[in-house]
Protein backbone atom coordinates (compact mmCIF):
# COMPACT_ATOMS: atom_id res chain seq x y z
CA UNK A 1 0.00 0.00 0.00
CA UNK A 2 1.26 3.77 -0.79
CA UNK A 3 -0.08 6.76 1.20
CA UNK A 4 -0.92 9.90 -0.90
CA UNK A 5 -1.64 12.97 0.78
CA UNK A 6 -3.63 15.71 -0.72
CA UNK A 7 -2.64 19.67 -0.36
CA UNK A 8 -5.48 19.69 1.97
CA UNK A 9 -4.12 17.31 4.56
CA UNK A 10 -5.90 14.23 3.63
CA UNK A 11 -4.45 11.05 3.35
CA UNK A 12 -5.34 8.23 0.97
CA UNK A 13 -4.42 4.42 1.00
CA UNK A 14 -4.31 3.44 -2.36
CA UNK A 15 -2.62 -0.01 -3.96
CA UNK A 16 0.21 0.10 -5.25
CA UNK A 17 -0.24 -1.89 -8.50
CA UNK A 18 -3.17 0.85 -8.82
CA UNK A 19 -0.81 3.98 -8.05
CA UNK A 20 2.23 3.05 -10.54
CA UNK A 21 -0.18 3.61 -13.43
CA UNK A 22 1.35 7.29 -12.43
CA UNK A 23 4.96 7.30 -14.08
CA UNK A 24 5.62 9.80 -11.58
CA UNK A 25 4.80 7.68 -8.49
CA UNK A 26 6.05 4.81 -10.35
CA UNK A 27 9.82 6.44 -10.51
CA UNK A 28 9.32 7.52 -6.84
CA UNK A 29 8.53 3.77 -5.65
CA UNK A 30 11.70 2.83 -8.11
CA UNK A 31 13.88 5.49 -6.56
CA UNK A 32 13.28 4.41 -3.24
CA UNK A 33 11.53 7.67 -2.43
CA UNK A 34 7.98 6.63 -1.35
CA UNK A 35 8.63 4.86 1.78
CA UNK A 36 6.22 7.26 3.96
CA UNK A 37 3.42 9.59 2.69
CA UNK A 38 3.89 10.88 -0.65
CA UNK A 39 2.30 14.54 -0.27
CA UNK A 40 0.89 16.11 -3.95
CA UNK A 41 0.72 19.56 -3.12
CA UNK A 42 -1.01 20.67 -6.36
CA UNK A 43 -4.18 18.03 -6.09
CA UNK A 44 -7.10 18.75 -3.74
CA UNK A 45 -8.51 15.92 -1.92
CA UNK A 46 -11.70 16.19 -3.78
CA UNK A 47 -9.52 15.56 -7.05
CA UNK A 48 -7.64 12.72 -5.80
CA UNK A 49 -10.00 10.63 -5.09
CA UNK A 50 -11.79 11.49 -9.26
CA UNK A 51 -7.95 9.84 -9.90
CA UNK A 52 -7.77 7.30 -7.55
CA UNK A 53 -11.45 6.20 -8.49
CA UNK A 54 -9.76 5.67 -12.22
CA UNK A 55 -6.50 4.25 -10.91
CA UNK A 56 -8.25 1.61 -8.85
CA UNK A 57 -10.65 0.18 -11.98
CA UNK A 58 -7.86 0.37 -14.53
CA UNK A 59 -5.79 -1.86 -12.20
CA UNK A 60 -4.12 -4.08 -14.78
CA UNK A 61 -5.34 -3.15 -18.20
CA UNK A 62 -3.92 -6.67 -19.47
CA UNK A 63 -6.53 -8.82 -17.30
CA UNK A 64 -9.16 -6.47 -18.08
CA UNK A 65 -8.96 -7.15 -21.97
CA UNK A 66 -8.65 -11.23 -21.51
CA UNK A 67 -11.65 -11.28 -19.32
CA UNK A 68 -13.72 -9.80 -21.25
CA UNK A 69 -14.10 -6.96 -19.61
CA UNK A 70 -13.26 -4.15 -22.08
CA UNK A 71 -17.24 -2.78 -22.52
CA UNK A 72 -17.04 -2.84 -18.58
CA UNK A 73 -14.30 -0.39 -18.63
CA UNK A 74 -15.16 1.90 -21.67
CA UNK A 75 -18.63 2.47 -19.61
CA UNK A 76 -16.89 3.14 -16.68
CA UNK A 77 -15.00 5.50 -18.77
CA UNK A 78 -17.54 7.47 -20.13
CA UNK A 79 -19.30 7.94 -16.99
CA UNK A 80 -16.26 8.98 -15.58
CA UNK A 81 -15.94 11.83 -17.58
CA UNK A 82 -19.37 12.96 -16.96
CA UNK A 83 -18.26 16.27 -14.50
CA UNK A 84 -18.16 19.44 -14.81
CA UNK A 85 -15.77 21.45 -17.11
CA UNK A 86 -13.98 22.72 -13.96
CA UNK A 87 -13.48 19.72 -12.20
CA UNK A 88 -12.31 18.16 -15.64
CA UNK A 89 -9.83 20.84 -15.78
CA UNK A 90 -8.57 20.01 -12.32
CA UNK A 91 -8.60 15.72 -13.14
CA UNK A 92 -6.43 17.19 -16.38
CA UNK A 93 -3.84 19.30 -14.07
CA UNK A 94 -3.81 16.24 -12.07
CA UNK A 95 -3.05 13.55 -14.84
CA UNK A 96 -0.21 15.74 -16.18
CA UNK A 97 1.17 16.44 -12.78
CA UNK A 98 0.99 12.58 -11.51
CA UNK A 99 2.07 11.63 -15.40
CA UNK A 100 -0.84 8.90 -15.87
CA UNK A 101 -1.50 8.82 -20.04
CA UNK A 102 -4.53 6.59 -20.43
CA UNK A 103 -6.03 8.98 -17.92
CA UNK A 104 -4.75 12.23 -19.74
CA UNK A 105 -6.18 11.20 -22.85
CA UNK A 106 -9.07 10.29 -21.41
CA UNK A 107 -9.93 13.56 -20.14
CA UNK A 108 -8.43 15.67 -22.98
CA UNK A 109 -10.89 13.84 -25.27
CA UNK A 110 -13.40 14.42 -23.75
CA UNK A 111 -12.43 18.34 -22.85
CA UNK A 112 -11.84 18.41 -27.18
CA UNK A 113 -14.97 16.56 -27.45
CA UNK A 114 -17.10 19.34 -25.41
CA UNK A 115 -15.02 22.12 -27.30
CA UNK A 116 -15.49 20.91 -31.18
CA UNK A 117 -18.90 22.08 -31.44
CA UNK A 118 -18.69 25.52 -30.05
CA UNK A 119 -18.69 28.74 -31.56
CA UNK A 120 -15.51 30.95 -30.92
CA UNK A 121 -17.16 33.21 -28.25
CA UNK A 122 -18.01 30.24 -25.98
CA UNK A 123 -14.85 29.23 -26.66
CA UNK A 124 -13.50 32.26 -25.71
CA UNK A 125 -15.58 32.17 -22.19
CA UNK A 126 -15.23 28.50 -21.48
CA UNK A 127 -11.05 28.84 -21.79
CA UNK A 128 -11.13 32.38 -20.12
CA UNK A 129 -9.17 33.60 -23.53
CA UNK A 130 -9.03 37.45 -24.60
CA UNK A 131 -9.67 38.43 -27.79
CA UNK A 132 -6.74 39.80 -28.83
CA UNK A 133 -7.49 39.83 -32.78
CA UNK A 134 -8.62 43.05 -34.13
CA UNK A 135 -12.42 42.76 -36.25
CA UNK A 136 -10.54 43.21 -39.82
CA UNK A 137 -7.90 40.12 -39.00
CA UNK A 138 -11.53 38.02 -37.69
CA UNK A 139 -13.05 39.16 -40.68
CA UNK A 140 -9.67 37.74 -43.06
CA UNK A 141 -9.93 34.27 -41.15
CA UNK A 142 -14.03 33.80 -41.65
CA UNK A 143 -13.48 35.08 -45.53
CA UNK A 144 -10.58 32.33 -46.15
CA UNK A 145 -12.81 29.22 -44.49
CA UNK A 146 -16.24 30.37 -44.45
CA UNK A 147 -17.44 27.12 -44.22
CA UNK A 148 -16.24 26.53 -41.30
CA UNK A 149 -17.94 28.97 -39.39
CA UNK A 150 -21.61 27.34 -40.98
CA UNK A 151 -23.44 24.49 -39.47
CA UNK A 152 -26.03 23.89 -37.66
CA UNK A 153 -24.21 22.21 -35.32
CA UNK A 154 -22.05 25.23 -34.12
CA UNK A 155 -23.13 25.34 -30.22
CA UNK A 156 -23.24 29.09 -28.93
CA UNK A 157 -23.88 28.01 -25.16
CA UNK A 158 -21.23 27.80 -22.41
CA UNK A 159 -21.07 24.67 -20.09
CA UNK B 1 -9.19 28.68 -14.27
CA UNK B 2 -6.95 29.09 -16.73
CA UNK B 3 -5.17 25.87 -18.38
CA UNK B 4 -1.54 26.15 -18.96
CA UNK B 5 -0.73 26.28 -23.07
CA UNK B 6 1.10 22.78 -23.14
CA UNK B 7 -2.41 21.19 -21.36
CA UNK B 8 -4.17 23.71 -23.89
CA UNK B 9 -2.80 22.31 -26.56
CA UNK B 10 -3.01 18.56 -25.74
CA UNK B 11 -6.74 19.05 -26.04
CA UNK B 12 -6.28 20.90 -29.14
CA UNK B 13 -4.74 18.48 -30.56
CA UNK B 14 -7.89 15.97 -30.49
CA UNK B 15 -10.63 18.64 -31.67
CA UNK B 16 -11.43 18.62 -35.31
CA UNK B 17 -9.11 20.62 -38.22
CA UNK B 18 -12.61 22.58 -39.02
CA UNK B 19 -13.58 22.94 -35.31
CA UNK B 20 -9.57 24.16 -35.30
CA UNK B 21 -10.35 26.80 -38.54
CA UNK B 22 -13.26 28.20 -36.70
CA UNK B 23 -11.08 28.52 -33.41
CA UNK B 24 -8.52 30.43 -34.97
CA UNK B 25 -10.90 33.78 -34.39
CA UNK B 26 -10.79 32.70 -30.45
CA UNK B 27 -7.30 34.89 -30.36
CA UNK B 28 -3.70 34.97 -31.93
CA UNK B 29 -2.26 32.30 -29.80
CA UNK B 30 -4.78 30.00 -31.40
CA UNK B 31 -4.60 31.80 -35.08
CA UNK B 32 -0.89 31.01 -34.72
CA UNK B 33 -0.98 27.12 -32.70
CA UNK B 34 -2.97 26.31 -35.78
CA UNK B 35 -0.10 27.43 -38.20
CA UNK B 36 2.40 25.62 -36.26
CA UNK B 37 4.04 22.88 -38.33
CA UNK B 38 4.45 20.63 -34.94
CA UNK B 39 1.21 21.09 -34.02
CA UNK B 40 -0.20 20.36 -37.51
CA UNK B 41 1.62 16.60 -37.28
CA UNK B 42 0.61 15.57 -33.77
CA UNK B 43 -2.70 16.73 -35.03
CA UNK B 44 -2.70 14.83 -38.32
CA UNK B 45 -1.04 11.23 -35.91
CA UNK B 46 -4.27 11.72 -33.70
CA UNK B 47 -7.12 12.96 -36.60
CA UNK B 48 -5.77 9.82 -38.60
CA UNK B 49 -6.07 7.25 -35.76
CA UNK B 50 -9.32 8.16 -35.16
CA UNK B 51 -12.55 6.46 -36.86
CA UNK B 52 -14.78 10.41 -36.09
CA UNK B 53 -16.46 10.42 -39.46
CA UNK B 54 -16.71 14.09 -39.00
CA UNK B 55 -13.33 14.98 -39.98
CA UNK B 56 -13.64 12.51 -43.23
CA UNK B 57 -15.03 13.18 -45.87
CA UNK B 58 -15.99 13.37 -49.72
CA UNK B 59 -15.53 16.33 -51.92
CA UNK B 60 -16.99 16.57 -55.38
CA UNK B 61 -16.51 18.78 -58.38
CA UNK B 62 -19.83 20.49 -59.63
CA UNK B 63 -18.65 23.17 -61.73
CA UNK B 64 -15.52 24.24 -63.34
CA UNK B 65 -14.03 26.39 -60.25
CA UNK B 66 -16.59 24.93 -57.44
CA UNK B 67 -16.26 21.91 -55.05
CA UNK B 68 -18.71 20.90 -52.71
CA UNK B 69 -17.48 18.80 -49.79
CA UNK B 70 -19.51 17.04 -46.70
CA UNK B 71 -18.58 14.60 -44.50
CA UNK B 72 -18.85 10.98 -43.96
CA UNK B 73 -21.39 11.06 -41.14
CA UNK B 74 -23.62 13.08 -43.37
CA UNK B 75 -22.85 10.54 -45.89
CA UNK B 76 -23.32 7.92 -44.27
CA UNK B 77 -26.75 8.71 -42.43
CA UNK B 78 -28.08 10.56 -45.55
CA UNK B 79 -28.34 13.97 -44.51
CA UNK B 80 -25.82 14.90 -46.81
CA UNK B 81 -24.79 18.54 -45.83
CA UNK B 82 -22.25 20.30 -48.06
CA UNK B 83 -20.36 23.21 -48.11
CA UNK B 84 -18.30 25.22 -51.03
CA UNK B 85 -14.73 25.32 -50.91
CA UNK B 86 -13.59 28.58 -51.88
CA UNK B 87 -10.44 28.14 -53.64
CA UNK B 88 -11.28 30.61 -55.93
CA UNK B 89 -10.03 33.16 -53.31
CA UNK B 90 -6.33 31.45 -53.02
CA UNK B 91 -6.08 32.25 -56.59
CA UNK B 92 -4.08 35.81 -56.90
CA UNK B 93 -3.84 36.88 -60.64
CA UNK B 94 -7.20 35.64 -61.92
CA UNK B 95 -10.57 35.89 -60.38
CA UNK B 96 -11.65 32.88 -62.55
CA UNK B 97 -10.40 29.34 -62.67
CA UNK B 98 -10.63 28.03 -66.24
CA UNK B 99 -9.75 24.55 -65.39
CA UNK B 100 -9.35 22.76 -62.58
CA UNK B 101 -8.53 18.65 -62.48
CA UNK B 102 -8.20 16.40 -60.02
CA UNK B 103 -5.03 14.28 -59.89
CA UNK B 104 -5.02 11.61 -57.49
CA UNK B 105 -6.42 10.62 -54.54
CA UNK B 106 -5.14 12.66 -51.48
CA UNK B 107 -2.82 12.46 -48.62
CA UNK B 108 -3.00 13.41 -44.96
CA UNK B 109 -5.95 16.84 -46.35
CA UNK B 110 -3.87 17.69 -49.39
CA UNK B 111 -5.77 17.32 -52.82
CA UNK B 112 -3.07 17.75 -56.25
CA UNK B 113 -4.47 19.71 -58.59
CA UNK B 114 -4.17 21.91 -62.09
CA UNK B 115 -5.56 25.03 -62.45
CA UNK B 116 -6.08 27.16 -64.98
CA UNK B 117 -3.51 26.57 -68.24
CA UNK B 118 -0.19 26.89 -68.91
CA UNK B 119 2.13 27.79 -71.92
CA UNK B 120 3.96 24.18 -70.29
CA UNK B 121 1.24 21.64 -69.71
CA UNK B 122 3.17 20.43 -66.49
CA UNK B 123 3.23 23.89 -65.20
CA UNK B 124 -0.47 24.56 -63.38
CA UNK B 125 0.33 21.48 -60.60
CA UNK B 126 -1.12 22.75 -57.01
CA UNK B 127 -0.90 21.39 -53.62
CA UNK B 128 -4.56 22.26 -52.10
CA UNK B 129 -5.72 21.89 -48.37
CA UNK B 130 -9.58 22.67 -48.54
CA UNK B 131 -10.25 22.83 -44.79
CA UNK B 132 -7.41 25.10 -44.36
CA UNK B 133 -7.89 26.56 -47.97
CA UNK B 134 -4.29 26.83 -48.56
CA UNK B 135 -2.62 26.51 -51.76
CA UNK B 136 0.37 26.33 -53.14
CA UNK B 137 1.78 26.29 -57.17
CA UNK B 138 4.67 23.99 -57.21
CA UNK B 139 8.18 24.90 -58.98
CA UNK B 140 8.13 24.36 -62.80
CA UNK B 141 8.74 20.55 -64.58
CA UNK B 142 12.29 19.85 -65.35
CA UNK B 143 11.36 18.72 -68.25
CA UNK B 144 11.46 20.81 -71.35
CA UNK B 145 8.49 22.21 -73.07
CA UNK B 146 10.63 20.38 -76.61
CA UNK B 147 10.52 17.22 -75.21
CA UNK B 148 6.59 17.18 -74.87
CA UNK B 149 5.79 17.86 -78.83
CA UNK B 150 4.19 14.09 -78.91
CA UNK B 151 2.19 14.79 -75.74
CA UNK B 152 -1.43 14.31 -76.72
CA UNK B 153 -4.24 13.83 -75.16
CA UNK B 154 -6.25 11.59 -73.78
CA UNK B 155 -2.62 9.02 -74.04
CA UNK B 156 0.02 11.29 -73.36
CA UNK B 157 -1.28 12.26 -70.40
CA UNK B 158 0.66 11.99 -67.12
CA UNK B 159 -0.13 9.47 -64.31
CA UNK B 160 0.37 11.50 -61.07
CA UNK B 161 0.62 10.46 -57.54
CA UNK B 162 0.98 12.08 -53.90
CA UNK B 163 2.85 10.49 -51.22
CA UNK B 164 4.48 11.51 -47.74
CA UNK B 165 8.00 10.41 -47.03
CA UNK B 166 7.91 9.78 -43.53
CA UNK B 167 11.98 8.91 -43.81
CA UNK B 168 12.56 13.08 -44.39
CA UNK B 169 9.21 14.09 -43.58
CA UNK B 170 8.56 15.56 -47.13
CA UNK B 171 5.39 15.52 -49.85
CA UNK B 172 6.46 13.88 -52.62
CA UNK B 173 4.11 13.76 -56.28
CA UNK B 174 5.43 11.82 -58.63
CA UNK B 175 4.21 11.97 -62.68
CA UNK B 176 4.42 9.21 -64.92
CA UNK B 177 5.21 10.86 -68.37
CA UNK B 178 4.76 8.39 -71.49
CA UNK B 179 5.73 9.22 -74.78
CA UNK B 180 8.31 11.89 -74.20
CA UNK B 181 10.54 12.48 -77.31
CA UNK B 182 13.82 10.47 -77.78
CA UNK B 183 12.47 7.94 -74.65
CA UNK B 184 10.79 4.81 -75.69
CA UNK B 185 9.77 3.88 -71.76
CA UNK B 186 7.50 6.01 -69.43
CA UNK B 187 9.41 8.65 -67.94
CA UNK B 188 8.76 9.19 -64.14
CA UNK B 189 9.27 13.02 -62.28
CA UNK B 190 9.61 13.48 -58.84
CA UNK B 191 8.23 16.24 -56.68
CA UNK B 192 10.03 17.13 -53.58
CA UNK B 193 7.67 20.03 -51.37
CA UNK B 194 10.70 20.38 -49.27
CA UNK B 195 12.62 21.26 -52.03
CA UNK B 196 10.41 22.57 -54.04
CA UNK B 197 11.67 21.28 -57.21
CA UNK B 198 11.22 18.29 -59.69
CA UNK B 199 13.67 16.18 -61.06
CA UNK B 200 13.67 13.31 -64.07
CA UNK B 201 14.69 10.03 -62.70
CA UNK B 202 17.05 8.46 -64.22
CA UNK B 203 15.54 4.97 -64.39
CA UNK B 204 12.78 4.63 -66.54
CA UNK B 205 9.18 3.43 -65.34
CA UNK B 206 10.13 -0.25 -66.34
CA UNK B 207 6.82 -1.05 -68.02
CA UNK B 208 5.68 0.66 -71.14
CA UNK B 209 1.97 1.06 -70.00
CA UNK B 210 -0.12 2.19 -67.58
CA UNK B 211 -3.44 0.19 -66.89
CA UNK B 212 -5.60 3.52 -67.02
CA UNK B 213 -8.82 3.55 -64.90
CA UNK B 214 -11.91 5.72 -65.08
CA UNK B 215 -10.53 6.63 -61.35
CA UNK B 216 -7.16 7.43 -60.03
CA UNK B 217 -4.21 5.17 -61.55
CA UNK B 218 -1.47 5.70 -59.00
CA UNK B 219 -2.02 5.00 -55.12
CA UNK B 220 -0.06 5.49 -52.30
CA UNK B 221 0.50 3.63 -48.99
CA UNK B 222 3.44 1.89 -46.65
CA UNK B 223 5.47 4.84 -48.40
CA UNK B 224 5.22 3.28 -51.77
CA UNK B 225 2.76 4.33 -54.79
CA UNK B 226 1.43 1.67 -56.76
CA UNK B 227 0.16 1.58 -60.53
CA UNK B 228 -1.30 -1.48 -62.64
CA UNK B 229 1.19 -1.56 -65.58
CA UNK B 230 1.37 -4.54 -68.47
CA UNK B 231 3.52 -4.67 -71.53
CA UNK B 232 1.64 -4.31 -75.79
CA UNK B 233 0.16 -7.84 -76.42
CA UNK B 234 -0.19 -8.88 -72.79
CA UNK B 235 -3.20 -6.54 -71.63
CA UNK B 236 -4.43 -9.59 -69.76
CA UNK B 237 -1.83 -9.59 -67.61
CA UNK B 238 -1.79 -6.39 -65.20
CA UNK B 239 0.72 -6.11 -62.67
CA UNK B 240 0.76 -4.41 -59.88
CA UNK B 241 4.42 -2.10 -59.34
CA UNK B 242 5.31 -0.68 -56.57
CA UNK B 243 7.75 2.66 -56.20
CA UNK B 244 9.48 2.65 -52.79
CA UNK B 245 9.83 6.41 -51.89
CA UNK B 246 13.31 5.40 -49.35
CA UNK B 247 15.36 4.38 -52.40
CA UNK B 248 13.11 4.45 -55.93
CA UNK B 249 13.49 0.79 -56.63
CA UNK B 250 10.36 -1.24 -58.31
CA UNK B 251 8.98 -3.90 -57.25
CA UNK B 252 6.03 -5.88 -58.52
CA UNK B 253 3.31 -6.59 -55.33
CA UNK B 254 1.80 -10.28 -56.04
CA UNK B 255 -2.04 -10.56 -56.76
CA UNK B 256 -4.30 -12.40 -55.25
CA UNK B 257 -5.86 -15.56 -56.53
CA UNK B 258 -9.01 -14.34 -57.96
CA UNK B 259 -11.52 -16.06 -60.78
CA UNK B 260 -10.06 -15.35 -64.01
CA UNK B 261 -14.18 -15.16 -65.66
CA UNK B 262 -14.83 -16.27 -69.27
CA UNK B 263 -14.89 -14.90 -71.76
CA UNK B 264 -11.53 -13.05 -71.00
CA UNK B 265 -11.88 -9.76 -70.33
CA UNK B 266 -15.17 -9.47 -68.79
CA UNK B 267 -14.18 -7.66 -65.93
CA UNK B 268 -12.28 -4.89 -65.02
CA UNK B 269 -9.50 -4.65 -62.25
CA UNK B 270 -8.41 -2.22 -60.33
CA UNK B 271 -6.08 -0.99 -57.21
CA UNK B 272 -6.98 1.39 -54.16
CA UNK B 273 -6.31 2.05 -50.86
CA UNK B 274 -8.92 0.80 -48.22
CA UNK B 275 -8.67 1.16 -44.86
CA UNK B 276 -4.41 1.37 -45.21
CA UNK B 277 -4.30 -1.65 -46.93
CA UNK B 278 -3.64 -2.22 -50.58
CA UNK B 279 -7.09 -3.18 -51.91
CA UNK B 280 -7.64 -5.45 -55.23
CA UNK B 281 -11.12 -4.76 -57.35
CA UNK B 282 -12.41 -6.76 -59.22
CA UNK B 283 -15.53 -5.89 -61.00
CA UNK B 284 -17.05 -8.85 -62.94
CA UNK B 285 -19.85 -6.99 -65.43
CA UNK B 286 -22.93 -7.25 -64.32
CA UNK B 287 -22.68 -9.41 -61.40
CA UNK B 288 -20.23 -8.57 -59.00
CA UNK B 289 -17.87 -6.07 -57.32
CA UNK B 290 -15.46 -8.29 -55.16
CA UNK B 291 -12.71 -6.35 -53.06
CA UNK B 292 -9.90 -8.00 -51.75
CA UNK B 293 -7.70 -6.70 -49.40
CA UNK B 294 -3.53 -7.68 -48.35
CA UNK B 295 -3.35 -7.85 -44.84
CA UNK B 296 0.42 -8.01 -44.54
CA UNK B 297 1.63 -6.11 -47.27
CA UNK B 298 3.90 -7.83 -49.79
CA UNK B 299 2.15 -11.23 -48.73
CA UNK B 300 0.65 -13.37 -51.26
CA UNK B 301 -1.63 -15.74 -49.17
CA UNK B 302 -2.41 -12.68 -46.90
CA UNK B 303 -4.78 -11.43 -49.56
CA UNK B 304 -8.44 -12.15 -48.17
CA UNK B 305 -11.61 -11.56 -50.39
CA UNK B 306 -13.28 -8.79 -47.95
CA UNK B 307 -16.53 -8.62 -49.78
CA UNK B 308 -18.43 -9.45 -53.00
CA UNK B 309 -20.77 -6.78 -53.55
CA UNK B 310 -23.66 -8.45 -55.68
CA UNK B 311 -24.82 -6.31 -58.96
CA UNK B 312 -27.51 -7.94 -59.94
CA UNK B 313 -30.17 -5.70 -59.00
CA UNK B 314 -28.05 -2.63 -59.58
CA UNK B 315 -27.99 -3.35 -63.47
CA UNK B 316 -30.23 -1.54 -65.98
CA UNK B 317 -28.77 -2.45 -69.05
CA UNK B 318 -26.07 -5.38 -69.23
CA UNK B 319 -24.93 -4.41 -72.98
CA UNK B 320 -21.75 -3.06 -72.88
CA UNK B 321 -21.72 -1.55 -69.41
CA UNK B 322 -17.99 -2.26 -68.71
CA UNK B 323 -17.26 0.81 -71.09
CA UNK B 324 -19.41 2.82 -69.20
CA UNK B 325 -19.66 1.91 -65.63
CA UNK B 326 -17.04 1.35 -62.87
CA UNK B 327 -16.85 1.22 -59.01
CA UNK B 328 -13.98 2.32 -56.59
CA UNK B 329 -14.25 1.92 -53.47
CA UNK B 330 -13.61 5.23 -50.90
CA UNK B 331 -13.92 4.25 -47.31
CA UNK B 332 -14.66 0.80 -45.20
CA UNK B 333 -16.72 1.46 -42.36
CA UNK B 334 -16.39 0.33 -39.13
CA UNK B 335 -19.00 -2.43 -39.56
CA UNK B 336 -17.84 -3.60 -42.70
CA UNK B 337 -20.25 -1.30 -44.96
CA UNK B 338 -18.55 0.41 -47.55
CA UNK B 339 -18.47 3.96 -49.48
CA UNK B 340 -18.21 3.40 -53.07
CA UNK B 341 -18.22 5.67 -56.06
CA UNK B 342 -19.62 5.64 -59.20
CA UNK B 343 -18.14 6.16 -62.15
CA UNK B 344 -20.15 6.53 -65.27
CA UNK B 345 -19.61 7.74 -68.96
CA UNK B 346 -23.48 7.25 -69.86
CA UNK B 347 -26.43 7.33 -68.15
CA UNK B 348 -26.72 3.79 -68.70
CA UNK B 349 -27.17 2.64 -65.04
CA UNK B 350 -30.54 2.68 -63.37
CA UNK B 351 -29.27 4.32 -60.06
CA UNK B 352 -28.13 8.03 -60.55
CA UNK B 353 -25.71 8.46 -57.37
CA UNK B 354 -22.36 9.30 -57.35
CA UNK B 355 -21.55 8.33 -53.92
CA UNK B 356 -23.51 5.01 -52.59
CA UNK B 357 -22.87 3.35 -49.09
CA UNK B 358 -23.14 -0.71 -49.55
CA UNK B 359 -24.52 -1.93 -46.46
CA UNK B 360 -22.75 -4.87 -45.74
CA UNK B 361 -25.56 -6.75 -43.58
CA UNK B 362 -28.69 -5.67 -45.89
CA UNK B 363 -26.69 -6.60 -48.60
CA UNK B 364 -28.18 -3.63 -50.31
CA UNK B 365 -27.25 -0.34 -51.73
CA UNK B 366 -28.32 2.64 -49.42
CA UNK B 367 -29.46 5.45 -51.47
CA UNK B 368 -28.18 8.66 -51.32
CA UNK B 369 -28.66 11.56 -52.72
CA UNK B 370 -26.00 13.10 -54.82
CA UNK B 371 -23.66 15.69 -54.48
CA UNK B 372 -23.39 16.89 -57.93
CA UNK B 373 -22.51 14.78 -61.12
CA UNK B 374 -20.39 15.56 -64.02
CA UNK B 375 -19.53 13.18 -66.82
CA UNK B 376 -15.90 12.05 -66.84
CA UNK B 377 -14.77 14.17 -69.43
CA UNK B 378 -12.36 16.01 -67.41
CA UNK B 379 -11.00 12.58 -65.04
CA UNK B 380 -12.37 11.87 -61.96
CA UNK B 381 -14.70 14.67 -59.92
CA UNK B 382 -14.82 13.01 -56.53
CA UNK B 383 -12.31 12.69 -54.03
CA UNK B 384 -12.25 10.65 -50.67
CA UNK B 385 -9.78 12.90 -47.95
CA UNK B 386 -9.37 13.25 -44.11
CA UNK B 387 -9.39 17.26 -42.58
CA UNK B 388 -6.14 18.05 -41.64
CA UNK B 389 -4.38 21.40 -40.63
CA UNK B 390 -1.27 20.04 -42.94
CA UNK B 391 -0.16 22.98 -44.68
CA UNK B 392 1.27 22.95 -48.44
CA UNK B 393 3.24 25.85 -47.61
CA UNK B 394 4.70 24.17 -44.38
CA UNK B 395 8.45 24.39 -45.05
CA UNK B 396 7.52 28.21 -46.62
CA UNK B 397 6.93 30.15 -43.70
CA UNK B 398 9.27 30.08 -40.68
CA UNK B 399 8.22 27.13 -38.79
CA UNK B 400 6.66 29.24 -36.03
CA UNK B 401 8.91 27.96 -34.52
CA UNK B 402 8.77 31.27 -31.55
CA UNK B 403 5.72 29.30 -30.67
CA UNK B 404 7.28 26.37 -29.99
CA UNK B 405 10.21 27.58 -28.06
CA UNK B 406 7.89 29.26 -26.08
CA UNK B 407 5.46 25.75 -25.33
CA UNK B 408 8.68 24.23 -24.38
CA UNK B 409 9.54 27.00 -22.17
CA UNK B 410 6.26 26.56 -20.19
CA UNK B 411 6.59 23.44 -20.37
CA UNK B 412 9.55 23.15 -18.38
CA UNK B 413 8.32 25.84 -16.02
CA UNK B 414 5.40 24.48 -15.16
CA UNK B 415 7.54 21.38 -14.46
CA UNK B 416 10.14 23.49 -12.39
CA UNK B 417 6.69 24.84 -10.67
CA UNK B 418 5.67 21.29 -9.40
CA UNK B 419 9.11 20.34 -8.79
CA UNK B 420 9.65 23.45 -6.65
Given at each position: MVKLKSNDDKEFEVEEAAVIQSEMIKNMIEDGCATSVIPL????SKTLIKVIEYLNKHINMGKAAETGEEDDLKEFDEQFVNMGWEELFDVIMAANYLNIHELMELCCQSAADRLKNKSVRAVREMLKITNDLTEEEEQEIINDAPWAFEGPEIDDTVN | MCLPQDILVEILSRVPAKSLVRFRCVSKWFNCLTSDVQFQDKHLKISCSSRDLESKRVAAKVGVDVMLSCSLSSVYNNKIAAWRLPIERKISSCSKISSMVLLCPPVNGLVCVTLGTCLHPFDNVHLWNPTINELRRLANSSVPLDLLSKLQQPYGEPIYGLGHDSASDDYVVVRVITR????SMPRVEVYSLKKDSWRLLTQPFPYPYIWKHMYFNCHFMNSRFHWMAYTPNKQDHLLILSLNLSDYEYKEIPQPNYQKASPPRDYFINIAVLDGQLCFCIHYFGRSLDLWTMKDYGVQQSWMMMLSIPLHDFVDTPIQLHVHADFFPLYLFENGDVLLLQLR??????????IMVYKKDQKAFEDTTTLGYQPLRLGPTSIYYTDTLISPNRYLTPTASRIVKYLNWVSRDSLIHHLS
Open positions: PNID | LLGYRKEYYQKKQD
